[in-house]
């Protein structure tokens, strides 16, 4: 009956005034509350989920209550009635948003109008299941958003909270927000640089592959510049701070990636799309319907739209195979991403640190003055020993691999700068760079210069060893091919990738070697940070969907640019920030499994879209041939939704079933 509609809409404008004017009593509070909420939106979120908690309650109990009063008890109905308005207050502001601010007519018009329709036949418990329907898609959503939240929870963070400076001769820790322009830090071997500035003292061997995409690490003195976030892996030396927090070189890469968001356009979960994409169709042939084949089947055909359905079902299976990425140690910050990896075929990968190993190997070992390419390997591990950085790593390594037995080093004085001093057995024993060598006035042989001047072409480093002030031997180390690689390429090849191209910024000859070597389809060599960006953008004017893997925090504009980008945990944590898809376990291994949970969830999508538009089918089938009503048209639709988060779950069954196992 209209008695209804009317009782409805007079509560609504009642209790929408009131709060009007308790609005304007409390001013202040009100200033606060927006203030408060702005500043703090997972309390809000929060808030509301409970809101809708309570009011999927009271709306179940409305269910119940018209239920019983329309088929058993008719002196319950008034309050069945009473409770369902109570129940709907909510919805019907969400009404009164769309049509009054947005300006648009939504899957919650669409439901609402039906709703009213079905009041307006006396149909109080279609109305109160509707309205319970309408909570429950809020809850499940909101769950959605709730775990894509949490995925953008930053996993690594490389900025140290507090840092040494040196205060009249003294080393004092400090928060790093307390630190000023001309403050003089103390940074030693194995920690993070926090600003930009200047070498005052000492000298340090600093690993700056994240800032510069640089392979190996770099030596630095006195008078030589550093960069906040970069790391000292031997050495120790003091910064006069020129730039510290928002201002440092890295801060303001951070602010061009800000500037730079509006190169992807924010979507809706793609559930949501569909549903209002289809909303005023469904509305226009609602009124057909009504006008020619009744209010039932009118109503009928509105209630099988696939809006509630697919908005619940959508987002449940992204968030399935989001859970099984996750249990295979793959963080996915977002089910866009994994949506459009399917579409992606073209595939860029940066070469130091993805296609890489951080830690270098041995290559060749140079001997002179009829040294063997044993003593000079035992002479560098003997004088690395005691060191961790990657490139002592590697020699130790190398060692081990030939048994060599390690002399002891007799002075256990040593110092730790361009390279490393000590003796043993009555002998000088000098490990480091060629400019280390220069300094200690040891003069390079003519005959390995050109040696020196290969090895670094081919973008290899050079490790001098010296025995008492006389070049004895070179060691090269090259950089390692992380062993997944050439099974990773295949497996691209057999999922339809197009295209397959190394990204770096080191010389072109080692560029295109690997590149060859690893059966790659291209090569761009000698890239700067900002052109990275450029050649993702060329490469997508041509029609190609790419995905960019990267590593460094000179990879994350072109990670922004990408389709699709995706990082390792070895990533620095600005790069782990601005990429979609992250691989926990710091290798590729489960890259080409990132593609198959693509083609999954895009299956499992279109599942749940065709058994969310079955009902529809099947409601008005059954409702022109059978004359099916309302309630048993709901149940139809029930039954299909049902079998709908069967499907939208079923990704989880591998998570259970590992557990079990």
């Known amino acids: 009956m209209l008695l209804e ?32 909420s702005q500043n703090n939106s997972r309390e809000l979120l929060v808030t509301d989920t409970k809101q809708d908690k309570h009011y999927l309650k009271i709306s179940a109990v409305a269910m119940g209550l018209t239920a019983v009063g329309q088929w058993i008890y008719p002196p319950l109905m008034p309050l069945g009635l009473g409770i369902y308005i109570y129940a709907t207050l909510p919805y019907m502001r969400q009404v009164e948003k769309a049509l009054v601010k947005q300006r648009k007519i939504n899957v919650d018009v669409m439901f609402f109008t039906a709703d009213l329709m079905t009041l307006a036949i006396n149909q109080y418990f279609a109305a109160a299941f509707c309205t319970f329907l309408f909570y429950e898609g809020r809850l499940i959503i909101a769950k959605v958003k709730k775990e894509s939240e949490k995925t953008l929870i930053n996993v690594f963070d490389q900025k140290p909270r507090n840092v040494w400076v040196l205060q009249n001769n003294a080393e004092m820790e400090i928060p790093l927000e307390q630190v000023k322009v001309n403050d003089i830090l103390v940074v030693n071997a194995g920690e993070v640089v926090a600003v930009d500035g200047m070498i005052t ?35 120790k030396i003091q910064v006069t701070v020129e730039k510290s927090g928002e201002n440092t070189t890295i801060a303001k890469i951070g602010q061009v990636l800000m500037r730079s968001t509006h190169f992807k356009s924010t979507i809706q979960l793609k559930g949501e799309r569909w549903a209002e994409q289809a909303t005023f169709p469904m509305l226009a042939l609602g009124s057909l319907v009504l006008f020619t084949l009744g209010t039932v089947n009118a109503i009928v055909f509105i209630y099988s739209h696939i809006g509630n359905r697919i ?80 490139i002592a790593k590697a020699i130790l390594k190398k060692a081990e691999e030939e048994n060599l037995s390690l002399p002891d080093i007799d002075d256990s004085k040593y110092q730790i700068g361009y390279g490393i001093t000590v003796r043993l057995d009555n002998k000088m024993i000098q490990v480091g760079s060629v400019r280390f060598m220069t300094k200690e006035g040891i003069s390079i042989p003519e005959n390995i210069e050109a040696t020196i001047a290969h090895s670094q072409s081919d973008g290899h480093s050079l490790v001098v060893v010296a025995v008492d002030h006389q070049v004895v031997g070179l060691i090269e180390l090259q950089a390692s091919v992380r062993t997944e690689v050439k099974q990773i390429i295949s497996g691209l090849r057999q999922r339809g ?16 070697k690997l590149a060859e070597e690893l059966g790659m389809d291209g090569y761009f060599s000698e890239v700067l940070p900002q052109h990275k960006a450029q050649i993702v953008e060329q490469l997508q004017k041509d029609g190609k969907s790419v995905c960019f893997v990267g590593d460094g925090i000179n990879d994350t504009i072109a990670m922004k640019k990408a389709n699709v980008s995706i990082s390792l945990s070895g990533a620095t944590s600005i790069a782990i920030d601005m990429a979609d898809i992250v691989l926990m376990d710091g290798s590729l291994s489960h890259l080409c499994d990132l593609f198959d949970l693509s083609k999954s969830l895009n299956a499992n999508l279109r599942k749940s879209l065709v058994l969310s538009l079955v009902p529809g089918v099947v409601n008005l089938s059954s409702a022109l041939l059978l004359h099916f009503g309302i309630v048993i048209s709901i149940i139809i639709t029930n039954l299909f939704f049902t079998l709908g988060v069967k499907n939208a779950v079923s990704p989880l069954k591998q998570i259970n079933g590992d557990k079990a196992s």
């Open 5 to 36: 509609i009317g009782i409805l809409f007079a509560t609504y404008t009642s209790v929408r005034l009131l709060k009007n004017m308790n609005l304007r009593l409390n001013n202040g509070s009100r200033i606060k509350l927006i203030k408060y």
């Open 201 to 235: 003292e000492g000298m340090a061997t600093i690993d700056q592959h994240a800032f510069t995409g640089e392979s190996q690490p770099v030596e630095k003195e006195r008078g030589d510049r550093v960069f906040a976030s970069t790391l000292v892996v031997a050495g």
């Open 497 to 512: 990738i197009e295209h397959i191209a190394i990204v770096s910024g080191d010389h072109q000859q080692p560029t295109q």
């Open 311 to 390: 908005r619940i079902l959508a987002p449940l299976g992204t968030l399935s195979h989001i859970s099984v990425a996750s249990h295979n140690g793959i963080l996915v910050k977002d089910g866009r991403s994994i949506e459009q990896l399917i579409k992606v075929d073209t595939v860029l990968f940066d070469k130091t640190g993805t296609l890489t190993n951080e830690q270098p190997k041995v290559g060749q070992i140079i001997t002179c003055d009829n040294y063997k390419a044993e003593d000079i390997l035992a002479y560098a591990a003997a004088a690395e020993r005691k060191l961790s950085h990657p």
